[in-house]
């Protein structure tokens, strides 16, 4: 069974900084495209930022140039860096991930737990 696993959220007081990670464990062949997405009560999740496997990134206005996307390939983890945080980054922050089970099969969608970030004074 393959899973993605979440750490690194927290409360953090507004400007300040958070690292989130996430790592696939389990059995598969390759992973595609990884993202967080975040989701506040009441409303969508919402895509935040994604990389695929040549490293070409995708960012969302709201956290271009202050937040950033790393993967590892090696580790088949995923990093979500961010910076000067403020009160309106607060969610539950969800790792995804493109998983390919065999060489022979097609791409499923693959969700990690959630981990809440919390940006308050």
């Known amino acids: 069974q393959v899973q993605l696993v979440e750490s690194g959220g927290g409360l953090v007081q507004p400007g300040g900084s958070l690292r989130l990670s996430c790592s696939a464990s389990?059995?598969?062949?390759?992973?595609?495209?990884m993202g967080w997405y975040r989701q506040v009560p009441g409303k969508q999740r919402d895509l935040v930022a994604s990389?695929?496997?040549?490293?070409?990134?995708v960012y969302v206005d709201a956290v271009r140039g202050r937040f950033t996307i790393a993967r590892d390939n090696a580790k088949n983890a995923v990093y979500l860096h961010m910076n000067s945080l403020q009160p309106e980054d607060t969610a539950v922050y969800y790792c995804n991930a493109d998983v390919q089970k065999s060489l022979d099969t097609g791409y499923f969608d693959l969700w990690g737990q959630g981990t809440q970030v919390t940006v308050s004074s």
């Open positions: 990389i695929n496997s040549r490293y070409q990134r």
């Open positions: 389990g059995s598969f062949f390759s992973l595609g495209v």
